[in-house]
């Protein structure tokens, strides 16, 4: 069976220091993985992916993410926060059945 | 690309009342998805269609909640007849395919029943 944690319901940074939030999955087969980031009153907005190709991913917005299988993590991150980050993170699984995973998310605050 | 396109973007209604949401996918998306999200229970799938057709209603909280795609270019969530606890921000989504590419989402409808 797949699933995805999210290790962290709430990360609080300060502008310009780092961010890492964390994410694990569960699966059989070799996974597809998204990191999607939602900000108030919008839909969520893809950040980046990973479909077995190179196991560090670039994303938009200067994020990226790496694909551990030992540690089966796909750990989202960010060398300098800003207040724009300030959001909400959702790390999501598929194996290519016929099933999305979403994680229950992951609120990014950003403090000045 | 204009994106998922969903309307209304808020809907107040009284308890009993019926619901229309509607949602336009992105062009050559062969799969739409609805979802609802709300703070207790999340993001949740209550069903996906692929090429208009249903695949998985297993989402769907009870028979008054339908979905249909006429077409390629249109979908509808129907709640009949609604109730408070179906207040929430139901979402639509599409996609090329169903696994190794990303969903493309709409930014919702925000429903609140009286």
């Known amino acids: 069976a797949q699933s995805v944690t999210q290790l962290d319901s709430h990360v609080s940074v300060s502008e310009g220091t780092p961010v890492l939030l964390r994410c694990n999955y569960s699966?059989?087969?070799?996974?597809?993985l998204f990191w999607y980031v939602q900000h108030p009153n919008k839909g969520l907005q893809l950040l980046l992916k990973y479909t077995s190709a190179a196991t560090l991913v670039k994303g938009i917005n200067g994020f990226e993410a790496e694909f551990k299988k030992s540690e089966t993590s796909f750990h989202l991150t960010k060398p300098s926060a800003h207040m724009s980050d300030a959001a909400e993170y959702f790390c999501v699984v598929n194996t290519g059945g016929f099933k999305t995973i979403f994680g229950a998310g992951t609120r990014l605050f950003v403090k000045a | 690309d204009a994106g998922v396109i969903q309307s209304p973007r808020h809907e107040v209604t009284e308890m009993g009342q019926e619901v229309t949401l509607r949602c336009k996918p992105i062009s050559g998306h062969d799969y739409l998805f609805w979802y609802r999200q709300t703070m207790m229970r999340g993001l949740e799938l209550l069903i996906y269609?692929?090429?208009?057709?249903?695949?998985?209603d297993s989402g769907m909280p009870e028979d008054r909640f339908s979905a249909k795609m006429p077409n390629a270019s249109f979908s509808t969530l129907k709640i009949q007849p609604s109730e408070p606890r179906d207040s929430a921000v139901y979402f639509c989504?599409?996609?090329?395919?169903?696994?190794?590419?990303?969903?493309?989402f709409g930014d919702g409808t925000r429903l609140s029943i009286l």
């Open positions: 699966s059989s087969y070799s996974p597809s």
């Open positions: 269609f692929n090429n208009n057709v249903p695949i998985d």
């Open positions: 989504a599409s996609s090329p395919d169903i696994s190794n590419q990303p969903q493309h």
